[in-house]
């Protein structure tokens, strides 16, 4: 089991302790440690209040304070410190409405989500398991800390949580939390979408996604969520972790009569992008019939991006998005085509807009965009050298 990051925060717990206060690591560390898993991130918890960690440490970050939590800074890493806390009621199905710090630690873990992130640790390895988490890993099921209803009722993001969860780990959701999870799907409409796209990015990219989609589907989760509800969700069949931008792309390419808005979903613009580059992608494999149309599309799109469209040819078949003919679009051939491009971007052209306005003594217009792709074409297609003056030439007969 990797120690490594709890031995490297062991001085903090150290410090807090050495002060008369409790203090464990909790949370998905703990978890991920106990199962064997890598460990990213170490959640610190303490009976010490913020004002207390304040003045144990020389160096630290307010980030959360009003919430308990505080970024204690140790030998030039960052580490998250929270008090032990209580909460109010939830009257949003988000947030609680008051938080209460407390000295137990019992009355911590008990507000928490689920039995496996409940779990506390001390700098001896000692687990503080008060609702039978251990057991729980060891079982491999998610079960909700106490009542399901409750803790769903509290914050609905749990639901999309412990179904991430699945995907992740592949455990199975216990009976009475996955009953809830279908009592309390409605008020996941109350969640912002920025948390959900967090949740549900993880899940499709979990190992168990082809089996957790279809729960998505049966707990109604997408006719609670902006842009998906606009859709029909049971025509998209997944068969194995994909991205969220591709299956915003398979939705679009099957269903363009819905034309649902990407804007309700607050995303990047990268990942806009990236959907729509997608969708262009597959209609372009549709029509691919040769080496010279090949290259091009290598060149525009990249061998990353042609490289994951073939990892995911099953699932594209599935959803009836064809690629080309594998003789004609493979791994193997996109790679030669890719280390043998003479030019990899527009700026690579020996030539720009400027000198082909001068050339031809002619004023600006669509035409120059045109003739500058036209060039990158044939430049592309090794019909035309990529030199000044070979290119000048070539406008000159060819524009």
Known sequence: MNKD?????????????????????????????????????????????????????????????????????????????????????????????????????????????????????????????????????QKQRIVTVGEANERFNEDALRILRGLRFKSQLGFEIEGHTYEAMKNKMPDTGYLSIERIIVELVKLLEGKDAAEVYPMLLALDFFKYVPFFKDYDMTQVEIDEPLTLELLIAILLFKQPEVNGALAK?????????????????????????GKKQLRVLVYDYGLSVLSYILTMQATLEKNDIPLSHPLIFNQKTIEAIYENLPIYQRSD?????????????????????????????????????????EIIKWVKTNV
């Open 265 to 289: 979903l607050k995303i990047s613009n990268d990942r806009k992008k990236q959907i729509q580059r997608y969708v262009q992608l597959f209609e372009q494999l549709g029509t691919l019939n």
């Open 5 to 137: 990051l709890f031995l490297k925060a062991a001085p903090i717990l150290n410090q807090i302790k050495s002060h008369g206060y409790e203090a464990y690591y909790i949370g998905g560390s703990v978890r991920d440690y106990l199962m064997g898993r890598p460990i990213h991130d170490i959640d610190i918890t303490t009976s010490a209040d913020p004002d207390e960690i304040e003045t144990i440490f020389e160096h630290t970050i307010p980030i959360g304070k009003e919430h308990g939590t505080i970024n204690v800074v140790f030998n030039h890493e960052n580490y998250e410190v929270t008090t032990y806390r209580a909460e109010g009621e939830y009257k949003d199905h988000r947030r609680p409405d008051e938080v209460f710090f407390v000295r137990d630690l019992y009355k911590d873990v008990e507000r928490r989500d689920f039995t496996m992130n409940a779990i506390a640790m001390d700098t001896d390895f000692n687990i503080r398991d008060y609702f039978g988490g251990y057991e729980d890993i």
């Open 349 to 389: 052209i020996a030539i720009n807009g400027k000198i082909i306005l001068e050339t031809l003594n002619r004023k600006g217009g669509p035409w120059l965009k045109e003739a500058l792709r036209a060039i990158e074409c044939a430049i592309i297609n090794n019909e035309l050298s990529n030199e000044q003056s």
